[in-house]
């Protein structure tokens, strides 16, 4: 019930497209939806956020589209750049006492060709 | 404003050892928390530290502890080493804990020989 499922677990996207990455999760007690951004040798970064009342977040050329019912919500990358090409994890918390804490995805190895 | 510092960087041990990881904070941060990134497993939460006290536990074994002090530094130990212990450790820093943004650490590269 604490997993959270990602897909794909590698993405080879030009540039100038849209990178969609994809989450599914059990729980429904989830309070809080948010996307990393890992460089190599980096520690993750948070890029975006978003809560189970919200159907979609934008910031930028990132959104996130949330399903509640699904359970599931992906991360739309527009205009993707080189720059973009890292590892993308969702992550989803736990509701409050021993639950709260961040359940990661497995992770999305994105590259964006030139 | 400085960002959260990990010593060392890397590391390399043998099966058997003990090992000590330290943590730096953002200032004025209060909450610290471990994560244990893999290939396999991905990066799971080992622990969270608020105010010098454990608050949350994730799912490993006793080998991992941890502590905080009076200024918010925190470190992990793993005893009693295994090869399966080979990872890249993380700490994460926020005000007040899981509820706020989590800032993460470039982390600790253990190698368990």
């Known amino acids: 019930q604490q997993q959270v499922k990602q897909s794909p677990q590698s993405l080879i996207v030009q540039k100038g497209g849209i990178s969609i990455i994809n989450c599914a999760y059990e729980n429904t007690a989830f309070d809080y939806f948010p996307w990393y951004q890992q460089f190599p040798g980096k520690g993750p970064a948070l890029l975006i956020a978003?809560?189970?009342?919200?159907s979609e977040k934008k910031e930028g050329r990132f959104t996130i589209s949330f399903n509640k019912s699904a359970k599931q919500f992906s991360l739309h990358i527009m205009d993707s750049q080189p720059g973009d090409s890292a590892t993308y994890f969702c992550?989803?918390?736990?509701?409050?006492?021993?639950?709260?804490?961040?359940?990661f995805g497995s992770g999305t190895q994105l590259t964006v060709l030139p | 404003k400085a960002g959260v510092t990990q010593t060392p960087r890397y590391l390399i041990k043998t099966r058997g050892q003990q090992v000590t990881l330290s943590c730096s904070p953002i200032s004025g941060h209060r909450s610290v928390s471990w994560y244990q990134q893999t290939p396999g497993q991905g990066l799971q939460f080992l622990f969270e530290y608020f105010s010098e006290t454990q608050r949350n536990k994730g799912n490993f074994p006793g080998r991992f502890s941890g502590r905080q002090f009076s200024n918010s530094r925190s470190e992990m130990n793993v005893s009693t080493l295994e090869l399966g212990d080979s990872a890249l450790y993380l700490c994460a820093s926020s005000r007040q804990g899981v509820s706020d943004t989590q800032y993460f650490g470039p982390g600790t590269r253990l190698t368990v020989l």
């Open positions: 992550a989803a918390r736990g509701p409050s006492g021993s639950a709260r804490q961040l359940t």
């Open positions: 978003i809560r189970p009342d919200v």
